[in-house]
């Protein structure tokens, strides 16, 4: 039953920013590890960050020092802060986590970094 909602997708000039969002129904972000994935076409679905129920956050190599992970758990949403947006971040962004042994997925959101 958990629901998981991104926002914030759009189109954005390399070098540009763009904060995603994920609200979180049926279960609660302050409690569980959070991650983000993109997936662009031709390519396998990959993580990028994720954040656990501690605040620990972790991210790819190819992010690392541009984007940042975090929540607000009085409104239970997690979000992507991505900075110095480059052409090769285009994807599908994806939230996720893992409850029951299961995971668990919004529907995506699109960003678009032109040239």
């Known amino acids: 039953q958990v629901q998981l909602v991104e926002s914030g997708g759009g189109l954005v000039q390399a070098g540009g920013s763009l904060t995603l969002s994920c609200a979180a129904s049926r279960t609660t972000v302050s409690s569980r590890t959070m991650a983000w994935y993109r997936q662009a076409p031709g390519n396998e679905r990959e993580l990028v960050a994720a954040?656990?129920?501690?605040?620990?956050?972790n991210y790819a190599d190819s992010v690392k020092g541009r984007f940042t992970i975090s929540r607000d758990n009085a409104r239970n949403t997690v979000y992507l802060q991505m900075n110095n947006l480059k052409v090769e971040d285009t994807a599908v962004y994806y939230c996720n986590t893992i409850l029951w042994g299961s995971s668990f997925w919004g529907q995506g959101t699109q960003v678009t970094v032109s040239s």
């Open positions: 954040i656990t129920s501690g605040g620990s956050p």
